[in-house]
């Protein structure tokens, strides 16, 4: 290398030159000099970055000087923005070197040519979006990248997003007439061609584990994997090597193979009736589903058996009658491969595969069935030998107490190097962590309550500016109700608008306060004074109805492990560590955390909870932790 990495980060370096915040972190050094060592020696690594380490910069400067084809994976669609449109376009002007980079999206993310052109053909079908498909339109004549989240006038929960966008089973493929334009297409051939291609875990996994098309011709090449926010990794690979199907997959098949027809003339007549028998099949099962809770496990489906066992003949049937005509037109042949999938899937499903959890999910009827692996150690082992790379895992919460074995044991990741990075931040001046005494247990019913008296007076000194997050969507409304009856904030309800809009009129709206859920305790930025008061509820322990954790916590104990310390606390710790970290983003931000769950102070495994939070300063009561903030909002 030219320049060391020591120079690089230093204070007279390219990185302070262009960011006017930058500040040498030693912390951030010993991360990017981790990382290249690694490279240089093909060795994987586990590293936890606390918050304000600079975790970014410290991955891309070494990967980008070694200029190795590299694959980054962030957590979310916005992330993966963020890390394409900014941190690298600034991380390869500091190093002054030229490297292809591409951004690379599911293919849902795409606008469809030849669909847009299908619906426009047939608005009259579509009263309800019509004047959407024609801002679509408008905006596809002067697109580049076809990243339907350009179209800012339009939401992104719109009806007309799925006319306009391909799936992997209506995707027309080398038949389609606008192949030459096509955006998935081009983004593709950008990614195969680059240095480095921007990806998100979604994407990933489902590539890696559907091999779907165009992604294979991309990892194969790749010398390097980072994933960032690696904490979702265990969870999002369980959920895409898992099998199964939806009433929604069963009845677009025989929609579309109804319309299949229309492209091969004297298929229906071999096609209508095992289509309308599957039909029929479908509705009944739905039907056989509609008093179902919203999820549990196969158990629970003993009255629905013998509907899902005739909805398996029905699409064994419509696959049969399918085989022969495949060859006929691309989208017969679709069919009759979606057809076989589905049929295979819920099968399996019926049947039941040893190592794999049987469960549903159900709305109204609307029914998904799962089968899900509960060790994803095994295929992401076989994933990681097909693809020679040293692969880099990264995250803000990734340690339990300091060590990462209940991570690298669930992905197989048993040789990896480990490396905690201590944040930068001056916690003990910075904040403050209150536990409120005489609270009643967690499930009392008066806790949501009992727990808000309490903190009210401290949301006054602060005049809102709180995020309450809570461990179910009940005690979530709950709160909002107690709330409105005892206090004048302004208050912004997760299910009330999309999670940035919330976050938009917190930031702007003053005396406000943003009670959220599971979606809102990680991803949420805001640095600043807007953000000063963080409440969590609970220590947040999965819900013990989740079918998935209810298997794997019998397999453990099974294998004569305790699935409490290995599984469950492990858990929480590591999603209480997302919550709290809500709270310091920036190295002048100031704040107070409050717990209020007596049992980090009352049960022994308190103090793994307590070890495992920043070096916060302790307070000992509301009117001390007030006083902190109307001292720091007034200076």
């Not at 790379?389 to 060590?403: F, I």
């Not at 005690?475 to 608008?497: C, G, M, N, V």
């Amino acid at each position: 290398m030219s320049r060391s990495l020591a120079e690089l980060f230093g204070a007279d370096g390219p990185l302070a030159e262009r960011l006017p915040a930058f500040r040498p972190r030693s912390g951030q050094l010993e991360l990017a000099e981790t990382i290249d060592r690694c490279l240089a020696g093909g060795q994987d690594l586990v590293a936890e970055a606390a918050t304000g380490t600079g975790k970014t910069l410290a991955y891309l400067l070494p990967v980008l000087l070694r200029g190795e084809r590299t694959i980054i994976s962030t957590g979310t669609l916005n992330l993966q923005d963020q890390l394409f449109r900014r941190d690298l376009p600034m991380a390869l002007e500091a190093l002054g070197v030229e490297r292809k980079t591409a951004l690379l999206k599911g293919r849902g993310n795409y606008l469809c040519l030849h669909r847009l052109e299908r619906h426009l053909a047939e608005a009259e079908l579509f009263d309800e979006v019509a004047e959407e498909l024609r801002t679509v339109q408008r905006w596809s004549r002067q697109t580049q990248s076809g990243e339907i989240s350009e179209v800012d006038s339009i939401s992104s929960q719109s009806r007309v997003w799925p006319l306009v966008t391909s799936t992997q089973d209506n995707c027309l493929g080398s038949e389609c007439p606008f192949l030459s334009d096509c955006h998935l297409v081009q983004a593709r051939r950008r990614a195969q061609e680059a240095d480095v291609v921007v990806v998100n875990h979604h994407l990933l996994f489902a590539d890696m584990a559907l091999k779907q098309t165009g992604f294979g011709e991309v990892l194969p090449g790749a010398e390097t994997v980072v994933i960032d926010e690696a904490h979702q990794v265990p969870d999002t690979a369980m959920r895409f090597f898992s099998r199964g199907l939806s009433a929604w997959q069963v009845r677009e098949l025989a929609r579309d193979t109804l319309a299949a027809c229309g492209g091969s003339a004297g298929s229906l007549k071999f096609l209508r009736e095992p289509t309308e028998n599957l039909r029929a099949a479908l509705e009944q099962a739905m039907s056989a589903c509609a008093d179902l809770p919203p999820r549990g496990e196969y158990s629970g489906l003993r009255r629905q058996l013998d509907e899902l066992q005739a909805l398996a003949r029905a699409l064994n049937d419509l696959a049969r009658a399918l085989d022969p005509l495949a060859e006929r037109t691309r989208d017969l042949s679709n069919c009759a491969e979606r057809a076989a999938v589905l049929h295979d899937g819920l099968h399996d499903f019926l049947v039941g595969r040893e190592g794999y959890v049987r469960w549903f999910s159900s709305r109204n009827g609307r029914f998904q069935l799962n089968l899900t692996p509960l060790d994803v150690a095994a295929p992401l082992t076989e994933l990681r030998e097909r693809v020679p790379a040293t692969w880099v895992m990264t995250s803000a919460t990734l340690a339990v107490n300091g060590r990462f074995e209940h991570f690298t044991r669930r992905l197989g990741l048993d040789s990896a190097e480990e490396l905690v990075v201590e944040s930068p931040f001056d916690y003990p001046a910075q904040t403050r962590l209150w536990i409120p005494d005489q609270l009643p247990e967690p499930r009392d019913p008066s806790h949501t309550e009992s727990l808000l008296e309490q903190v009210l007076p401290l949301l006054r000194a602060a005049g809102g500016r709180a995020f309450l997050l809570f461990t179910s969507h009940r005690a979530l409304q709950r709160a909002a109700q107690w709330l409105r009856s005892h206090s004048d904030f302004k208050l912004l309800i997760q299910e009330d608008a999309p999670r940035h809009v919330l976050l938009e009129r917190f930031r702007t709206s003053p005396n406000s306060l943003l009670l959220g859920a599971a979606s809102f305790w990680e991803g949420v930025d805001v640095p600043g004074r807007a953000l000063s008061v963080v409440v969590i509820d609970k220590l947040p322990f999965a819900a013990p109805d989740d079918p998935v954790l209810e298997a794997t916590l019998k397999a453990v104990r099974e294998a004569g492990e305790n699935p409490f310390t290995t599984v469950q606390l492990p858990q929480a710790v590591l999603a209480l560590k997302q919550g709290a970290g809500r709270l310091i983003r920036q190295s002048d931000d100031f704040g107070v955390l409050v717990l209020g769950d007596p049992r980090i102070l009352q049960k022994p495994y308190g103090r793994i909870f307590l070890k495992s939070l920043p070096p916060m300063t302790r307070a000992d009561s509301a009117s001390e932790v007030a006083e902190f903030l109307r001292e720091r909002l007034a200076a």
